[in-house]
């Protein structure tokens, strides 16, 4: 979607440790800028790319705090991070000011049917501080930034998909899994995975893809 060319500067925001970008960096050959509030996180990607020759800078940074000069990027990069930020708008004119004319951004996120949540899944939301909205409206703050070409996807059954996947391969290495951490972290792992089956399953959580591009 992104149509990757070498040389190109890709920001990643909340990059974990990397693994996103390792991908562009060593399969398109464009520079990775990744930022995460984990100083953990950021730990492990700067140890994954001791030696490696591609060009990739990761650093802890609060991506609401950060300031870039305006049309450093021409690609922003987002994996399930941004419902931990409240005011998307402002981070959305933000991204749109980083990125070069013609710049694309690509978001990955947590969203929630349209409506009044339930319950239970209001709850979720305020326990996590997650700040949730259904796909079009999502879309739509993107559009409000200034960008054009948006496009919003419900990727829920892609989502639900993965999970069952990565659900179905840790329950396969259990062993091996708890002999590395604790029976303690296994537990809270696939509690969590099926807690978002289960959620996804009822339609409350969804998941929505974004594209959009600078005018």
């Not at 500067?9 to 693994?19: E, H, S």
């Amino acid at each position: 979607m992104l149509d990757l060319k070498p040389g190109q500067k890709v920001l990643d925001v909340g990059c974990g440790i990397g693994g996103g970008d390792f991908y562009m960096a060593e399969n398109f050959g464009v520079d990775v800028v990744g930022i995460d509030l984990s100083v953990n996180m950021i730990s492990f990607a700067l140890e994954r790319a001791i030696g490696l020759k591609c060009s990739i800078e990761f650093e802890v940074a609060d991506c609401t705090k950060k300031s870039y000069p305006d049309n450093t990027f021409d690609v922003i990069y987002s994996r399930d991070t941004i419902l931990h930020i409240q005011d998307k708008p402002a981070l959305f004119r933000t991204f749109y000011k980083w990125l070069k004319p013609g710049g694309k951004v690509l978001i990955s996120d947590y969203c929630r049917k349209s409506g009044t949540p339930s319950e239970d899944f209001a709850e979720y939301i305020k326990q996590r501080g997650y700040d949730l909205h259904d796909v079009e409206t999502y879309g739509q703050m993107l559009r409000d930034a200034g960008f054009g070409e948006v496009i919003a996807e419900d990727r829920t059954e892609q989502f639900k998909e993965v999970l069952r996947r990565e659900l179905e391969r840790i329950e396969k290495e259990k062993e091996q899994f708890i002999s590395d951490f604790t029976e303690e972290d296994y537990n809270d792992i696939v509690g969590g995975w099926k807690a978002k089956l289960a959620r996804t399953g009822s339609g409350e959580q969804r998941w929505g893809l974004f594209f959009a591009k600078k005018k």
